[in-house]
Every structure is written in C-alpha cells, then in structure tokens.
C-alpha cells in the first residue's frame, strides 16, 4: 500500500467564534492510500485547541511505513501499528493524524469489497437523525439572518452559549425559529450552580440537550449537575478517547464522539459499545472538515441521538463531492462504496 499526504488549508465561510477563541482557517491535511489501484481518502483535522499541527502531522505521516503492509483487509493490524507509532515529543498523541490513516483505510477496503462502510458495520441508514447546524455567536441581525437562511435546510439548530449575552442569543434566535436547539457551552460557565440556573431557564426555551457546561476536569461539579439538570448533559472536552467513556461514568448523560479526538472510526466504535453499555446517550459531531471526515462520521449515525455533522457546510473550499448528504435536515447515507467520493481536482491534490 503507497500512502501520500498533502496540507490543505481550509477556508470557513465565517469566522468562527466560540467561548475562547475566533478563527478563519482550520489547517488540515488530506491523505491517499492506494492498493492496487484503488484509492481510499483520509483526513487531518486539527482545531487550535487539540494541540495537533499540519507540521506534527506531516512528521507523523512520514513515519508510517504502509509499504510494509500488502493486505489492506488486515485493518486491526494496521492500525494497531499506526496507534502504538507515538512521537513521544508530540502531546496530543497524533489522534487527528492517525484518524486520517484509520478514514483512508476503511474507504480503501469499503471499496474494494464494493459496499459502504455503514453495511460493513451492520447498520441501518433509516435510522439517522436530523443534524444540527451551528448558529456562532454575532449581533442580532447577523444571527436573525442566518438562522432564516438555513430554517427550512435544517431540523435543529446548535447554539454556542458560555459567553456574555447568550441568552439574548437564544431569545433573537426564538423571534425567527421554533426550531428545537441544542447548546453547547464548551466549558464556559463556571460553577455548577450557575450552570443549573441557565440549564433551566434554557429548558423553558425549546433547548432538548447541553453540552459541555463546566470545565472538562470538573468532574465533581459535573456530576452534581447531571443529577438535577432537566436536560441531557453531554460530554465533549471531557472525552477523548475509550478510557475517557468509562472515566465519565455519573458524570453526565452522554459522550460527544469525533474522530479527530479518539482516532478514527476503529476508536469511535469501540465508544459507543462502552458508551452504552453504561446507558449512556451518543453525540456524534466533527471539526471544520471537508466532506471525508464528516462522511466518515455519518458512517455511525445509525448508532447516535444527536448528530452535529455540519463541519464541510462551513467551510468554502469542500476538496470532495458525493459522500454524507443532508437532506431535510437529516443526515442520509449513500449506497456508493467506501465513503463513495470523488475528489474534485482542482482544488483536491490527488
Ligand atoms: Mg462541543
């Protein structure tokens, strides 16, 4: 198998503000593994905050040796190989580098059985759900604009609160929408008491889910809150990886699950059996990605309550088209091989 990689620097169509930061850019880098002529496409996503760069990626892709491998089906092998390659210098352990080999390899071996990866893993399409779409954080005008332009695309809306001013956000939201919403506070409000309070108040408001209310290390505080929240609390910073699902236990009622975080789709599986068998809720979301990652991900969506798969939707130079769909705000499998898509070149390298 010949592996190459190439940056890919993703443009959003607005910049992007969340509790912490704003940005207008998201580095990324594209990969391609080829066997036999046929090419399965893999994905590096790296927000600022993960800690992952296209430069540690690039130096970690240069490491994996995928000419040592000739039967791409052996994909426990493979990717036990490129998680256990750890560049000791880099903190975030590569875990958006490595998704992009662990996409890349099962679009390869999707193709070449000719079925997509969601029939592969033994799931059902009809089950998806609606996608959220994420409303950031700007003046009431902007906000009563987008919320207009993408009310009949869309079946829930995510709402980034945790700041100054959110609940005026939602109340501009609500003169244009009675869209059901979820919000998601990345960690902004700062004692669970004052949590509680904006939890009900949002829960007289047509909010159906928060995510990530107090700081990810706060597990105290988080599980104080998810006895009385009247709303499902899901995880996001507080969850990386497997470990992370059973550390969480009482903490809350669900994990957010990327592949960027844990690694792949092999790692994100292996959450959601962890995840229910401890009766917990699955979120299913994504980074700023183009249509690779985010197809990956809707691979799973049978398996999620909430799916926040709206990545390749904020970005304008897309490098792929077919894949995941939205469709009345559902997110809708293709019956297409693999990830079942075509690189556009240009602007896609390969
Ligand atoms: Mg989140």
Redesign the pocket.
């Known amino acids: 198998m010949q592996l190459r990689y190439h940056p890919y620097p993703l443009q959003l169509q607005h910049t992007f503000t969340v509790s912490g930061c704003s940005r207008s850019q998201t580095p990324d880098v594209l990969i391609a593994i080829t066997h036999q002529g046929v090419t399965g496409y893999g994905e590096a996503s790296m927000p600022p905050y993960l800690g992952e760069s296209i430069e540690s990626v690039c130096r970690f892709l240069s490491r994996v040796r995928l000419e040592a491998f000739d039967d791409p089906f052996r994909t426990d092998d493979i990717l036990s190989y490129v998680m256990h390659l750890d560049d000791d210098e880099a903190e975030a352990h590569n875990f958006a580098a490595k998704a992009a080999i662990d996409i890349a390899l099962h679009d390869l071996v999707g193709q070449l059985l000719g079925q997509p990866l969601w029939r592969l893993f033994g799931l059902s399409p009809e089950r998806c759900t609606y996608t959220t779409y994420t409303i950031g954080i700007d003046t009431p005008e902007v906000v009563r604009q987008k919320v207009r332009e993408v009310e009949g695309q869309f079946g829930r809306l995510k709402v980034k609160v945790g700041v100054p001013g959110d609940r005026q956000l939602i109340q501009t939201i609500r003169e244009v929408s009675d869209l059901p919403l979820t919000v998601?506070a990345?960690q902004g409000w700062t004692s669970p008491e004052m949590a509680l309070e904006q939890i009900e108040w949002l829960s007289g408001q047509g909010v159906i889910m928060v995510?990530?209310p107090l700081p990810k290390h706060d597990l105290e505080g988080l599980r104080w809150l998810t006895q009385r929240s009247p709303l499902p609390i899901i995880l996001?910073?507080s969850v990386q990886g497997p470990a992370d699902v059973i550390r969480m236990k009482g903490c809350c009622h669900g994990i957010?699950i990327k592949l960027m975080k844990c690694g792949g789709l092999a790692p994100a599986r292996l959450m959601i059996q962890l995840a229910r068998m401890q009766g917990m809720q699955v979120m299913l979301?994504c980074m700023t990605e183009t249509s690779c990652a985010v197809t990956a991900a809707a691979q799973l969506a049978p398996c999620a309550d909430y799916l926040d798969l709206d990545g390749n939707l904020l970005i304008s130079n897309d490098a792929f088209r077919g894949g995941m769909q939205v469709i009345d705000g559902r997110v809708t499998l293709q019956s297409a091989p693999g990830l079942g898509l075509t690189p556009l070149t240009p602007p896609n390298p390969f």
């Open positions: 998601d990345n995510e990530q996001d910073e957010n979301g």
